[in-house]
Each structure stands twice: as C-alpha cells, then as structure tokens.
C-alpha cells in the first residue's frame, strides 16, 4: 500500500519522490528498504529513519520498493510535480503458503559499496540456542566470521583482532560503555526491543568515528502506532516484559521494555533460613522510547536505557559485621529531532547522555570500623546533526558535526578508618572534549562502477593537549556480472578512549581512561578486498580478505595493575604498544526456504608488540585464533499458519586461546612505609600475586568447539494473540572446554565451566 501526496514542479525540469518505508502492520520504519526504478538499473535505499528520497526527470517509472522477508511492492507512476510517496509492506510471513512471494531482484550485497558489513534479523536472535535460553544480540554476531566470544559463554565479543574496546556498541546512536551483564555473560540489549541490528567491521563509513575496529549500530523500535500490543518471557536467566502502542494514533506512539533477573531470591531464602550469610546477585535493565509526528516533515523521538547489576554479600555474627557490594551499569537518554528542509535534504539532530559507573565497597566492624570504596565511572554529553542529501540517484552525500563532552573518573580510592578519612588515587574527574566534522558521497560512475568516498576530522583536546587527526574512507564496487561483484576500501581510523582490564580481580572492574598528553589516541588503519556472488536471491557467498594496522594500543605492565601502591596514577602502569591483524574470512548465507542460516569460516591472525615485553618481539594476541569455524541455522518443518514447529542449531569450533602460564609465581608480603607502619596500600602488596613468563601468551589452549540446538514451538491463539514454547540445549555432546589454565605442582590444571546445559523458555504475545 503506497500514500500519495503532490507538490510544486520544480526548477531545471527535474522532480523528486521521497517518503517513508515501514511495515505495515507494525509501523516500524524499515531501515536500509530498496527502491528501484525498473528497467534504469538505479535507485537508493532509504535511511536509518525509513525516509527515503529519488529526483527524476518527469515521465512514467515504475518503483520498486523491496525489503528482505518483505513482499516487494511496485508502483506506477507518471510523475509531472513533486511526489510523496509513503510505502508500507507486508512480511512474506503473512501472505499465506499458497501466495507466490515476490522477492527483490538481491538483498544489496551485489549494489552496495559496503565490505565487511552484516545485518542480523532479529528473529536469527531470538531463535539462536545460547546457555539459559536468554536470547542475546552479542552472542548471535559470534557466529558470524571474523567476531570472537572473549570467553565461553560470554557475550564480549573480539572483531578482526581487534580488543574489546575498539568496538563502538551504539544503542539508538548513543555510546553504550558496558554492553554486559552476568559478569560478562549476557549483553544488555532486550531482543523485544529491537528493530535493527548492523555491524560494520571493514570499510566503516565516514558517519561513524571513535573505535578501530568495528561499529554495532543497534536501532530501537519505535512502537506500533495504530495497535496496542506486548510481549511476555519467561527463562531459566530472567523475566521480561515489553509494551508498545499509540499514544495518538497516526502521530505519536511508544515502546518500554523490562527485564530483570531472579537468580537472587532462591538463594536470599536460603541463605536467610540457614546461614548468618546474606549474599546475592541481580541485574535488571529497563528501555524506552517514544515519538511525536508533529506534520509531515517532522518528527521528535526521546528514548533512554537503564541498567544494573549488584553483587553483594553480608556477615554478622556477635561482635563483629561485614558488608560487602559490587555495583555496575549504564544510562542512557537521547533526544533527536527529524526534519525535511526539502524533498532533498533530511535532518537529523540530536542530544545525548551517557554514563558509566563502577562502585565497589566495603564495610568491617569489630573493635574499629573501615570503610573502603573504590569507584570510577564515564560522563559523555554529545550534541550532532546528521544530513542527508539527494541530489540525484547517482549520489547519496551524508554530512554532519559532532561534540562531546567527556569526563573520566577511572581510579578513585577513598578510606574511612584507622582513625583517618584518606583518598587515594589520581586523574579523577579528567575531561575531554571531541569536535568532529564528516562528509561522504556514495556515487555511480557508469553502470557497474560505485564509489563511497568520505573523510573525517576530529579535534581532541585533553588539558593543555591537543590533538588534531583527518580520516579518509574509500570503498568501491564493480559488477562483474548481474551475480557478481568485486569490492575494496581502506578506512583510517583514530580512538580516544582506552581500556584497562584488570583479569587478576576476578570481576567487570575494568576502567574506562582518556587519551592524554602521555598517553597517545589510538591510530589505525584497514584495508579490505572481497568477492560477493548471489546466484539466485536468498543465496549469497562472499570470501573478504583484511590486513589491520593499529598504533598506540595499551595494556598494563607486566605485574602492574590500578590497585598498584607503588604508582601515582594509572597511566605510570600501562605501556604503549603496535597491533597487526590480517586474514580472510569466507561466508556462505542462506534468507529462504525451510532451511536458513550461514556458515562462515575465518583464517586470521593478530599479534601485539611491546617494547618492554618480549625483548621488544611481537606475540600472538590473547584472542588471537588461527581457524574459526562457525555455523548458525533454522530448518522450519511445518507451519500452517496456525502452529509452526522449527529447529536451530550452532556449532562452532575454533583454535585455541593464548594465554600467559607463569615459569616462577611468587606472593609478595606488606613493605614498611616511609613513616614505619604498614599502611592501608600495603594491603595491596600483600595480596598481591608475581609472576614471571617466558614470553607474554606463551601457552595455547586445545581447541574449542560445542554444538548448540534448539526446538521452538509457536502456536497462534488468535489475530493478535500466540505463545512459543522454546526448548535448547547448550553442548550437546558436553565438551568439556576449558575456562582457564594454572600450573601446580609443575602440572596444567584445566578448569572448566559448561558442560551441557538444557533450558526451556516461554514467550506470550498479545
């Protein structure tokens, strides 16, 4: 179904069409929807908002508007003025098993200039077999080639041997700086909430700045304007609930989502009714969006994000009492504002907060009371405008401007005891502030050749430091053939904020720190080269090849940490160092029939070089694994409209991680201080564990591998009502891979964490 609207001729004899692409029943704006002018060979795609815009010369075309699992829509026009045209489709899911399902000509891997890009289909995430049959954003991108799981089990994820904070997670275009609960075991993305989800880890456009590695550009829902409607899960994890409807019909609407896990309670009882012990863990994370249709060329969304999690554990017994509490999370909350200064000319301006904490403390009471905190946490205020023009369908220009205001807290110490109130720890409260201007062209030259040319600049200023960097992209494609196309691009890229992982506590304390004057931005620089064929649609395959430079990459010294006594400040314990990653990575992608999904396998490798390590020689990277070989897929065998019965499974197999096994292991002991006590920091000595090695990631694990299934059963109640029984099974065979590795008694210890795990969840929709 198409809307149409006309307006005033316009100048050298030229007319534009332009709208909106959504779904139709659902209302939600479908990102990224082709439409082609048949028989030309040409046309555009319509942008993160659905909007969408083509200037013509008058005459009679026929459009094509097209989406994948989308029934394409073609509409005849004999257009004369200015034309709005607002299409909505249906999912192929709604037209019946005996309606001939037309599907666009390719799902744009051919047309595009874009390498290294995948988007992932929300229903591949909710049927994808992971551990507590918790659906997860994360560890679905784990399938695909050239991302690694940090850990089994985990939700962090390693792109193109890049480290984990090199990937740009956006959350409705707002930076979300901990994407994880669960200590690391699930992400913090609520699937029922999600339109969209995109991941860029080779040519990465213009638009995007701040990491080297990869961007995930995760894109909410914006709830369904016309109908109420809501969903509820149930798993062994968590319970979740999403709402979503009008506020006005045809104008405004809203979507608010909530999850929250239980764990905690069953063993809060238990310990209550045997034990002097309170202890426990939760999280819980809440979203929600809304938007204003003020006229047809404007619109207002406001949507934000709130998550936790609390680790926590009490002792009381007479005399004496300790408290202990580990806190985490995110919030999030954005403003934007769409307009249409012309039929040309979209807009898109926005206000955004983002915040990051880590608080730990500790309280002991017997004859003396200590309090102790440790905290640190990330303030980032960002203002930008986003533009889109259209001059003609042979280019698609993007421009726009970016600042952010960001202020670090990443070492904070403060000790209420001992007869004294003491802090400890510098660099708090650091600022920084990023100006940045970007522009990029996506354009035909001829029939076959399609270019992206862009270049960003940032400014960087941290105290009296300055730094000033200019980032070309380039992407091209060539049509080989109607099934076949070459691609190529070469991004540079530059990031200011780091990292530090502290692995010896045991717990998420990693700490978000700035670029400095001592501490350079990180620098990098990717070039990519792939073939893309299509032989018939819903059938793709692609082999890409990448070589990775990065500069400027820090890790803490060997030893250090930033609980460290014997240092002032965080940056006197990371070194700087040089990264190299290259491989080729092969996918093969399957959209249609009974049996979908992909197989991807990559051959890579990464390495790190540090002048104070290894005599100054490079070494393999911790996630640096040789061969990965993933597979991911849905074999449907029955629905008829009413109950649908469907299988999924995931394999995965992939060399071994390198890890660092001590030659000599040795635990310090309290150091008198100058004043001749000991010291609330010799704590730290004291506890503290040496070691000494060979050289940095000097053991490799055995090989990994496990193999997942599912089993998903949906019955339709009515129109709008139906609930899904899902059944999964997490390694099924029950490899026993290992989690980590110790020497004792001059053995390897293994220990491992998963062994096969079964988990059932229920979903109900209204």
């Given at each position: 179904?198409?809307?149409?609207?006309?307006?005033?001729?316009?100048?050298?004899?030229?007319?534009?069409?332009?709208?909106?692409?959504?779904?139709?029943?659902?209302?939600?704006?479908?990102?990224?929807?082709s439409?082609?002018?048949?028989?030309?060979?040409?046309?555009?795609?319509?942008?993160?908002?659905?909007?969408?815009?083509?200037?013509?010369?008058?005459?009679?075309?026929?459009?094509?508007?097209?989406?994948?699992?989308?029934?394409?829509?073609?509409?005849?026009?004999?257009?004369?003025?200015?034309?709005?045209?607002?299409?909505?489709?249906?999912?192929?899911?709604?037209?019946?098993?005996?309606?001939?399902?037309?599907?666009?000509?390719?799902?744009?891997?051919?047309?595009?200039?874009?390498?290294?890009?995948?988007?992932?289909?929300?229903?591949?995430?909710?049927?994808?077999?992971?551990?507590?049959?918790?659906n997860?954003?994360?560890?679905?991108?784990?399938?695909?080639?050239?991302?690694?799981?940090?850990?089994?089990?985990?939700?962090?994820?390693?792109?193109?041997?890049?480290?984990?904070?090199?990937?740009?997670?956006?959350?409705?275009?707002?930076?979300?700086?901990?994407?994880?609960?669960?200590?690391?075991?699930?992400?913090?993305?609520?699937?029922?909430?999600?339109?969209?989800?995109?991941?860029?880890?080779?040519?990465?456009?213009?638009r995007?700045?701040g990491?080297?590695?990869?961007?995930?550009?995760?894109?909410?829902?914006?709830?369904?304007?016309?109908?109420?409607?809501?969903?509820?899960?149930?798993?062994?994890?968590?319970?979740?609930?999403?709402?979503?409807?009008?506020?006005?019909?045809?104008?405004?609407?809203?979507?608010?989502?909530?999850?929250?896990?239980f764990?905690?309670?069953?063993?809060?009882?238990?310990?209550?009714?045997?034990?002097?012990?309170?202890?426990?863990?939760?999280?819980?994370?809440?979203?929600?969006?809304?938007?204003?249709?003020?006229?047809?060329?404007n619109?207002?969304?406001?949507?934000?994000?709130?998550?936790?999690?609390?680790?926590?554990?009490?002792?009381?017994?007479?005399?004496?009492?300790s408290?202990?509490?580990?806190?985490?999370?995110?919030?999030?909350?954005?403003?934007?504002?769409?307009?249409?200064?012309?039929?040309?000319?979209?807009?898109?301006?926005?206000?955004?907060?983002?915040?990051?904490?880590?608080?730990?403390?500790?309280?002991?009471?017997?004859?003396?009371?200590?309090?102790?905190n440790?905290?640190?946490?990330?303030?980032?205020?960002?203002?930008?405008?986003?533009?889109?023009?259209?001059?003609?369908?042979?280019?698609?220009?993007?421009?726009?401007?970016?600042?952010?205001?960001?202020?670090?807290?990443?070492?904070?110490?403060?000790?209420?005891g001992?007869?004294?109130?003491?802090?400890?720890?510098?660099?708090?409260n650091?600022?920084?502030?990023?100006?940045?201007?970007?522009?990029?062209?996506?354009?035909?030259?001829?029939?076959?050749?399609?270019?992206?040319?862009?270049?960003?600049?940032?400014?960087?200023?941290?105290?009296?430091?300055?730094?000033?960097?200019?980032?070309?992209?380039?992407?091209?494609?060539?049509?080989?053939?109607?099934?076949?196309?070459?691609?190529?691009?070469?991004?540079?890229?530059?990031?200011?904020?780091?990292?530090?992982?502290?692995?010896?506590?045991?717990?998420?304390?990693?700490?978000?720190?700035?670029?400095?004057?001592?501490?350079?931005?990180?620098?990098?620089?990717?070039?990519?080269?792939?073939?893309?064929?299509?032989?018939?649609?819903g059938?793709?395959?692609?082999?890409?090849?990448?070589?990775?430079?990065?500069?400027?990459?820090?890790?803490?010294?060997?030893?250090?940490?930033?609980?460290?006594?014997?240092?002032?400040?965080?940056?006197?314990?990371?070194?700087?160092?040089?990264?190299?990653?290259?491989?080729?990575?092969?996918?093969?992608?399957?959209?249609?029939?009974?049996?979908?999904?992909?197989?991807?396998?990559?051959?890579?490798?990464?390495?790190?070089?540090?002048?104070?390590?290894?005599?100054?020689?490079?070494?393999?990277?911790?996630?640096?694994?040789?061969?990965?070989l993933?597979?991911?897929?849905?074999?449907?065998?029955?629905?008829?409209?009413?109950?649908?019965?469907?299988?999924?499974?995931?394999f995965?197999?992939?060399?071994?991680?390198?890890?660092?096994?001590?030659?000599?292991?040795?635990?310090?002991?309290?150091?008198?201080?100058?004043?001749?006590?000991?010291?609330?920091?010799?704590?730290?000595?004291?506890?503290?564990?040496?070691v000494?090695?060979?050289?940095?990631?000097?053991?490799?694990?055995?090989?990994?591998?496990?193999?997942?299934?599912?089993?998903?059963?949906?019955r339709?109640?009515?129109?709008?009502?139906?609930?899904?029984?899902?059944?999964?099974?997490?390694?099924?065979?029950?490899?026993?891979?290992?989690?980590?590795?110790?020497?004792?008694?001059?053995?390897?210890?293994?220990?491992?964490?998963?062994?096969?795990?079964?988990?059932?969840?229920?979903?109900?929709?209204?």
């Amino acid at each position: 179904m198409a809307t149409f609207l006309f307006g005033k001729t316009t100048a050298q004899n030229k007319v534009t069409v332009s709208g909106y692409i959504q779904d139709k029943n659902t209302t939600e704006k479908l990102i990224g929807a082709s439409v082609i002018i048949e028989g030309m060979n040409t046309g555009t795609a319509s942008n993160r908002y659905g909007f969408y815009s083509l200037t013509l010369a008058p005459g009679k075309y026929n459009l094509r508007y097209s989406f994948v699992g989308y029934e394409a829509q073609v509409v005849d026009l004999d257009i004369k003025k200015d034309t709005v045209i607002n299409a909505s489709l249906l999912t192929d899911i709604t037209l019946g098993e005996v309606t001939v399902k037309a599907r666009s000509k390719n799902s744009g891997i051919l047309t595009s200039t874009e390498t290294g890009t995948n988007v992932v289909s929300v229903e591949s995430i909710k049927k994808t077999p992971v551990i507590g049959g918790e659906n997860d954003v994360l560890k679905t991108l784990q399938f695909l080639p050239g991302v690694k799981q940090s850990q089994e089990g985990t939700a962090g994820i390693n792109v193109r041997g890049g480290s984990p904070d090199q990937n740009q997670i956006l959350l409705d275009g707002v930076p979300v700086y901990n994407a994880s609960h669960l200590f690391g075991f699930l992400s913090v993305f609520n699937s029922d909430a999600i339109n969209q989800v995109k991941l860029y880890k080779g040519g990465i456009p213009a638009r995007y700045g701040g990491r080297l590695s990869s961007v995930l550009d995760i894109t909410m829902k914006e709830g369904n304007n016309q109908t109420p409607k809501g969903v509820v899960s149930v798993s062994p994890v968590s319970g979740r609930i999403t709402l979503e409807g009008p506020i006005k019909p045809d104008t405004s609407s809203f979507i608010i989502s909530g999850r929250r896990t239980f764990l905690d309670i069953p063993v809060r009882i238990g310990l209550l009714l045997t034990q002097p012990v309170q202890a426990g863990y939760y999280f819980y994370d809440y979203t929600a969006k809304a938007n204003w249709k003020i006229n047809s060329k404007n619109r207002i969304y406001f949507s934000s994000y709130l998550g936790r999690d609390r680790y926590f554990i009490k002792y009381k017994e007479e005399g004496a009492k300790s408290d202990y509490s580990y806190n985490w999370g995110n919030v999030t909350s954005v403003l934007r504002w769409n307009t249409e200064f012309s039929q040309k000319l979209f807009a898109n301006f926005t206000g955004y907060y983002s915040h990051f904490y880590n608080k730990q403390k500790i309280k002991l009471k017997d004859e003396e009371s200590l309090n102790y905190n440790i905290s640190s946490g990330l303030n980032d205020f960002s203002l930008a405008g986003d533009f889109d023009y259209y001059p003609s369908p042979a280019h698609n220009i993007k421009f726009g401007f970016k600042t952010s205001f960001q202020s670090f807290s990443p070492q904070l110490v403060v000790l209420r005891g001992f007869e004294s109130d003491t802090t400890y720890g510098k660099g708090v409260n650091q600022q920084a502030t990023i100006h940045s201007l970007y522009a990029e062209d996506d354009f035909n030259i001829g029939s076959r050749l399609r270019l992206n040319a862009g270049i960003r600049a940032d400014a960087y200023q941290t105290g009296k430091q300055n730094y000033f960097y200019f980032q070309p992209r380039f992407s091209a494609r060539y049509l080989l053939s109607d099934v076949l196309s070459v691609k190529g691009s070469w991004s540079r890229m530059s990031q200011y904020l780091h990292l530090l992982s502290n692995t010896s506590i045991g717990l998420p304390t990693d700490l978000w720190v700035p670029s400095t004057k001592k501490i350079k931005p990180q620098e990098g620089w990717q070039t990519s080269l792939g073939f893309y064929f299509e032989p018939k649609p819903g059938l793709e395959f692609s082999v890409e090849g990448y070589y990775k430079k990065m500069e400027n990459v820090i890790r803490f010294d060997q030893g250090a940490s930033f609980l460290d006594s014997r240092q002032k400040s965080w940056e006197d314990n990371v070194i700087t160092g040089e990264g190299l990653a290259y491989g080729s990575e092969f996918l093969v992608k399957k959209t249609t029939g009974k049996l979908t999904g992909w197989a991807g396998y990559t051959l890579s490798w990464s390495n790190r070089k540090f002048e104070e390590l290894n005599n100054g020689k490079p070494f393999p990277y911790r996630y640096d694994k040789r061969h990965d070989l993933s597979i991911l897929g849905e074999y449907e065998f029955y629905d008829d409209g009413f109950d649908s019965k469907s299988f999924s499974f995931g394999f995965t197999f992939n060399t071994g991680y390198a890890v660092s096994i001590p030659d000599v292991k040795h635990h310090g002991l309290n150091i008198l201080t100058e004043k001749g006590d000991f010291g609330f920091l010799g704590l730290f000595d004291y506890f503290k564990t040496r070691v000494t090695y060979a050289e940095p990631n000097n053991y490799r694990m055995p090989s990994f591998h496990h193999l997942d299934i599912g089993y998903h059963l949906t019955r339709k109640l009515s129109t709008y009502r139906e609930r899904t029984w899902s059944f999964s099974v997490y390694n099924v065979y029950n490899r026993l891979n290992p989690w980590y590795y110790y020497k004792k008694d001059e053995k390897m210890r293994q220990v491992s964490l998963f062994p096969i795990i079964p988990s059932v969840s229920f979903t109900y929709k209204w």
